[in-house]
């Protein structure tokens, strides 16, 4: 269902995967039952692949990674938050638009 430009992110790889990366990540916290974090994946493709090689997008399912969760202070979702140089540099939490993630991802890019 995903595009294979979306990494998959567990507690096991989230230190190198995100902390570690070189570029922004924004790291979409869903879940499947979560109607609109169904509706947000499209999106999420898609900027996969706009932005590949000046940002990566990944996903953690927040029912399979529940430490993650507790550890961003997850209470509601779908909750993206951008990363940049292993800290959060950006926050949205619900169905947002296009335009709002290419936003956050551009303002992390240029900071």
Not at 81 to 88: H, P
Not at 89 to 106: E, I, S, T, W
């Amino acid at each position: 269902m995903a595009s294979d430009k979306i990494l998959t992110i567990t507690e096991a790889n989230f230190g190198d995967t995100v902390l570690k990366s070189t570029k922004p990540v924004l790291v979409d916290f869903w879940a499947e039952w979560c109607g609109p974090c169904r509706m947000l994946a499209p999106l999420l493709d898609e900027l996969a692949g706009e932005y590949e090689g000046k940002a990566a997008i990944g996903k953690v399912n927040v029912d399979q990674e529940q430490g993650l969760a507790v550890q961003f202070g997850i209470t509601g979702i779908p909750a993206l938050l951008v990363f940049k140089n292993g800290q959060v540099v950006g926050q949205l939490v619900g169905m947002r638009p296009k335009g709002a993630l290419k936003q956050a991802l551009d303002s992390a890019i240029t900071a």
